[in-house]
């Protein structure tokens, strides 16, 4: 690495040698090293800003915003409102990726990187000259991993991108940077909850929201600058038709995915806002991290689901009541041996004083292949649970919405519980919810149902 002295450097900076060597003594140059009297000043070290002028600002200069990950969905909405504050914009992004006809813009900078070489970033770093207003690091490395044949190559790379080029970023960007500037940091709610089926990508988070709170011990005092996190829970855009991501909606009490603008909103108020927040994490989730975190299980399989059944029928005491919506799925009413047991608790909780109330719900024409089955006859015969039946044509008719909350079907257990029936496609059987929003919503619907009900027996 090549130095300079104080005195070169004090020529090329503009400001005095006693300056200079009062930023030296209080740390303010990295990579400075004292021999005895003298220093050797990096060549390539940024001018410290003076904290008496920080805030005097020239209106007609353009704040410079770096965005690594600029092609994201989140990216593109956060430039547009980078671009309508007035902003110059350097874009980096992998080398390869598309880049969208949005960011072609006299005012964006793209730079094409490598996220997985060291030493192209360091170059990419070094040939951003311009004073730096605010730093986003957005770029994420995900891949879902296999439990039984694990890549540890992919567990590397996802600590390369989204650790490792964040380090190195901060680390030389924050250089360039004043007593005015921000760096956010775009993370996941998966930092805090862990992952089924992608580790790397999860404990990376993980290390990012400590890495914000290191960064905000050493390099507030040095530069003065700020830096967050915003730990963005599920978010629509090009994966919004995924499963996964549809399934994710229930686990969310705003009930929908957050949007790439929402987040590129919270960003943009993290670089020109929040002044006094420093080494924080601002959730940004819709909610989902504040519901109580044993409020819902995963998926379950059938022999789980089942063992949870049985412990919620055993234990339910007399005196409670049991609200039932049933939609006759395949994997319902047959000669499963689980399924068998599950039926017998039904009677034997309405033995003990549970009061319970089942409506089937399925089209009235089909009333003649339901009539035979064995758990139905074992219900027409018994006066201990009662039993009713909603026409699914009539329900279509007069109120589709509630098909929305029904689904495949769920028990509800006083104000408490639901047991929540999945559809019978091999790999999960249902779920149990202790959500007051959910239970809430499906206790309205059992009774916004029960007007259209009759006596399942007047039918069969």
Known sequence: MEYLSVKQASHIWGISERRIVRLLNEGRIPGAIQNGRYWNIPK????????RNAYVKNENERKVVVVAGVNSDIGKELCQLLLEAGCQIIGLYQRGSQIDDVLLSENIILKEVDYFDRSNLLKVTEEINEDIFGFVFMEIYFQLEDAFDFDYDKFEDSYK???????????????????????????????????????????????????VQTFANIFTEMYGIRINSIMAGWIGGVMENDDTFNKAKESIPMKRLGSPSEIADDIYLMLTRH????????????????????????????GKFYKILDKYFSETKKGSKMWIISTMMENEWNEDPAERRFIQSNFDAADRGVEIERIFIFHRRDAKKFRKNTYIQKYLSSDRILT????????????PKLLDTIKNGWIGIDDYALLVDLPSDGTSRGYVTLNKLEIQKAKECFLELEPMTQPLKDIM
Do not use: C, W
């Not at 390539?44 to 904290?51: E, G, T």
């Not at 250089?175 to 998966?190: A, D, G």
């Open 44 to 51: 390539n070290a940024h001018k410290p800003l003076d904290k």
């Open 161 to 211: 991108v989204n650790v490792f080029a964040a380090n190195l970023l901060v680390r030389e960007l924050v250089k360039k940077m004043n007593y005015e500037s921000s760096i956010v940091m775009v993370n996941s709610i998966e930092a805090y909850r862990g992952s089924f089926g992608a580790s790397a990508y999860a404990s990376a988070q993980a290390a990012k929201v400590n890495l």
């Open 275 to 302: 002044k006094y927040m420093n080494g924080s994490s601002l959730v940004s989730d819709g909610g989902y991290l504040s519901m109580d975190s044993q409020s819902r299980t995963e998926d379950l399989d059938s």
């Open 388 to 399: 009713k039946f909603a026409d699914l044509g009539e329900i279509k008719e007069k109120a």
